[in-house]
């Protein structure tokens, strides 16, 4: 069974930080170190947005809005990736999840591009 497994979520206040944390398990991900691995968020009422990805080597994306503030990583030794966010906002205010692509690039910020999904972890970021 392929999974993805968020945790690190929770309530925190504007300007406080959190470590999202993702554990990939199952036969597909015996090779994870060849997968992207990338964060989306959906806000409430909106469709989902890739804020940061890392790729099979190493090369990162993040989109503008938390350039500066987040940063991805990953273990491959661990089959884990990371997402440090730091400086939160209350519009960041959203359910959060890693997915991986199995292409191992991460040209693209299109969802589909992404094979598995985690279940999400919600973060609430109170003013």
């Known amino acids: 069974q392929v999974q993805l497994v968020e945790s690190g979520g929770g309530l925190v206040q504007a300007g406080d930080s959190l470590r999202l944390s993702c554990a990939a398990s199952g036969r597909a991900f015996s090779t994870f170190s060849v997968y992207a691995m990338g964060w989306f968020r959906r806000v409430p009422g909106k469709d989902r947005e890739l804020i940061a990805a890392?790729?099979?080597?190493?090369?990162?994306y993040y989109a503008e809005s938390v350039k500066g503030r987040f940063t991805v990583s990953r273990d491959n030794a661990e089959n884990m990736v990371y997402l440090q966010m730091n400086s939160l906002k209350p519009e960041e205010t959203a359910d959060y999840y890693c997915a991986g692509n199995p292409g191992g690039v991460i040209g693209s910020s299109r969802p589909e591009m992404y094979t598995y999904w985690g279940q999400g972890t919600q973060v609430s970021v109170s003013a």
């Open positions: 890392i790729s099979r080597r190493g090369t990162t």
